[in-house]
């Protein structure tokens, strides 16, 4: 999977970096937030931006929207904020 990923370029959500994927980038949310709205997982390229992301998070800088399954259909509760 690292090969097919590796040929997109990503930007982190903190420091805006733009840069293929690597051993230290991280994106946050579940699996049905990466099928459903792949564009709205924050995505980290360091443990330094991570550690920001989760502080920011924590305070409430950052909201991540809510992505719940639903039988067949799923709901997204809230929108990106503050990423």
Do not use: H
């Amino acid at each position: 999977m690292t090969a097919l990923i590796s040929k997109r370029l990503y930007r982190c959500d903190i420091c805006k970096k733009v840069d293929y994927w690597g051993d230290n980038w991280v994106q946050y949310g579940s699996i049905i937030m990466a099928e459903e709205i792949p564009q709205d997982m924050p995505t980290m390229c360091s443990e330094d931006c991570k550690e920001v992301f989760e502080q920011k998070l924590e305070n409430g800088e950052i909201q991540v929207p809510v992505v719940t399954p639903r039988g067949y259909q799923v709901t997204i509760k809230g929108e990106r904020k503050g990423y």
